[in-house]
């Protein structure tokens, strides 16, 4: 059996504008990327903080280092410029992956920086009240 799980989250993201005329898709810029593991094209979930609202869209690069993240085509309908954002992207794992994995969470600050990066427990560590604390981020 194979289970579908976060493998990947950019967190406190700020959207820095969007592009209705474009054709579609969430530009990203590639160096956070490359930090957290998301690859071009890939699929990812967006959530906008500051409305509620939730899509699935792919991924373009951005200049690498730019800050950018946008929303473009229709897409560009969910959010506003300073909108806070979270962006995950999930993996399917076999039982055997499960008792390696972390997912990956990279927290950024102003200008889309690099503030931290987290790794999650593995989904079989037993919970305990860190664990917890520190899953919510």
Do not use: W
Not at 2 to 17: D, E, F, I, M, V
Not at 22 to 37: K, N, P, Q, T
Not at 40 to 65: D, F, H, K, T, W
Not at 95 to 109: A, T, Y
């Amino acid at each position: 059996m194979q289970r579908s799980l976060l493998y990947a989250k950019l967190h406190n993201c700020t959207l820095t504008g969007s592009n209705l005329d474009y054709m579609g898709s969430i530009s990203i810029d590639r160096a956070l990327l490359d930090e957290v593991g998301i690859v071009p094209y890939e699929q990812v979930q967006i959530v906008n903080v500051n409305n509620g609202e939730r899509l699935m869209s792919y991924v373009i690069c951005a200049p690498p280092q730019s800050g950018l993240i946008e929303l473009n085509g229709a897409a560009a309908r969910l959010g506003m410029k300073g909108d806070r954002l979270i962006i995950m992207a999930y993996a399917q794992f076999s039982p055997e992956d499960l008792k390696h994995h972390q997912p990956k969470v990279v927290i950024l600050g102003q200008e889309n920086r690099i503030e931290a990066v987290h790794h999650y427990p593995h989904p079989l560590a037993p919970v305990e009240q860190e664990t917890a604390e520190a899953q919510l981020v």
